[in-house]
């Protein structure tokens, strides 16, 4: 009897310790999730406010920052000296810099080269250099380990275009992807001039164009921020202004085509958003002093608007009982989910946070973030090509409803 009872206890201490760890195992994983999907949001939040001008930054409270940080670092270095080992020291600086590296400064520093190098010194500024010893702005990706150029003149940026760093491959992709759009921009009005009227080359040529400027100016910016602080951030502006355009250029390409038989409702939309993209620039002028959620808002309501002419000219063409429709709406559901990929990977810096200093040189999720940028524009220019050539084909419906 005394055996069965102690049986029983065995079972049931057994399942109330099983019935625990199994809350212990789902409240980890939702956290865990909860996380992920937080840290998610606020990198695009984060995002969306430098692209919008938002970031700044106060210079006391960040050398603050810093200096509280690297102070409890050392006192905890210092009292477990015994127990860490080179290895954790190291981790230790890139994590902290990652706290201010994406916030632009008031006063960008210079750079340090100043007048004529000699030989011997431009040899050790082509030294490749791992993230402790890189320029602590250059370093905004902590899982990059290695590969890093150090402050180089205009003419070393030239030449490291040809060097094996962990920014060649970021360069050289936008750079096919200028060649790709430069290539397909003479094919398309060769081929658009012998059937389409004139403002399809117009639209055409200004979407191709707008494209190119986006691989440009990314690829100048990969190319000479490590010139100094200062042009670092001016390129970047460059760059976000060329995101910015390519996104000007698909959203007029798009409501072009889709009100190419409706004048009056294709120039008021075409207004509209060139209006918005006006006033976000305007914005962006240092002198008139924006206030940052202004920015951001604006910039907002511009991606946001674009679903307005989508919805319009859909339920307006009948829904996906139309051919057209049917068509078009899967490959512009096919546009947001390759930007999504883009964005999500670009934001979640995978693959380098699960194998920091394994994919340095290729394969970072900032090179993945290129090839999808230029697969997405490539795959918006081949949809316009389709509904230019259906238009071509059967002409405008009669049976549309605005």
């Known amino acids: ?64 920052l810093n200096n509280s940080k690297t102070l409890i670092t050392n006192n905890n270095n ?52 791992p993230i402790e010893e890189a320029p602590e702005y250059l370093t905004h990706n902590p899982f990059i380990l290695h590969g890093y150029r150090g402050y180089l003149t205009t ?20 750079i096919f992807g200028w060649m790709l759009f430069l290539g397909l921009t003479a094919y ?11 403002g399809d080359k117009i639209i055409v040529a200004l979407l191709l164009v707008c494209f190119q400027a986006c691989m440009i100016l990314s690829s100048i910016y990969h190319t000479f921020s490590c010139r100094s602080e200062r042009d670092y951030w001016c390129f970047l502006c460059y760059d976000l202004f060329g995101i910015a355009l390519s996104l ?4 007029m390409s798009g409501v072009y085509y889709a009100f190419w038989c409706h004048k009056e409702l294709q120039q008021f939309y075409l207004i509209t958003v060139l209006l918005i993209f006006v006033i976000a620039m305007v914005l962006q002028i ?7 959620n202004v920015k951001l808002l604006v910039f907002v309501g511009w991606a946001v608007y674009g679903v307005l002419p989508t919805l319009h000219w859909g339920i307006a063409m009948g829904g996906m009982e139309n051919p057209i429709v049917n068509m078009l709406i899967p490959r512009v559901l096919g546009m947001y989910v390759i930007s999504g990929c883009a964005f999500a990977i670009y934001m979640s810096k995978i693959p380098e946070r699960f194998f920091p200093g394994s994919v340095d040189y290729i394969g970072s ?28 084909n059967h002409g405008c419906p009669t049976n549309m409803k605005l």
């Open 188 to 198: 398309d009005l060769c081929l658009l001039n012998i059937h389409a009227p004139f």
């Open 286 to 292: 240092p002198s008139l002093e924006v206030n940052g």
């Open 248 to 251: 000007l250029a698909i959203y």
């Open 365 to 392: 999720s900032h090179q993945w973030w290129h090839a999808l940028v230029v697969l997405a524009l490539y795959y918006w220019h081949n949809t316009g090509m389709l509904y230019v050539e259906y238009r071509m």
């Open 155 to 174: 003419k070393l940026c030239i030449e490291s275009i040809f060097w094996w760093t962990n920014e060649t491959i970021n360069i050289w992709s936008h």
């Open 1 to 64: 009897m005394g055996e069965t009872s102690g049986n029983q206890e065995l079972s049931e201490s057994l399942r109330r310790s099983t019935a625990q760890s199994s809350r212990v195992f789902h409240a980890r994983g939702f956290f865990i999730s909860y996380f992920i999907i937080t840290l998610s949001i606020e990198k695009g939040f984060s995002m969306m406010k430098l692209l919008a001008g938002v970031e700044q930054v106060n210079d006391e409270e960040t050398k603050e």
């Open 78 to 129: 210092i009292n477990n000296n015994n127990n860490k080992s080179s290895s954790d020291k190291e981790v230790t600086k890139p994590c902290l810099r990652k706290t201010t590296a994406h916030v632009r400064p008031k006063e960008p520093a210079d750079s340090p080269i100043k007048g004529e190098i000699t030989p011997e010194e431009e040899e050790k500024l082509r030294r490749l250099l």
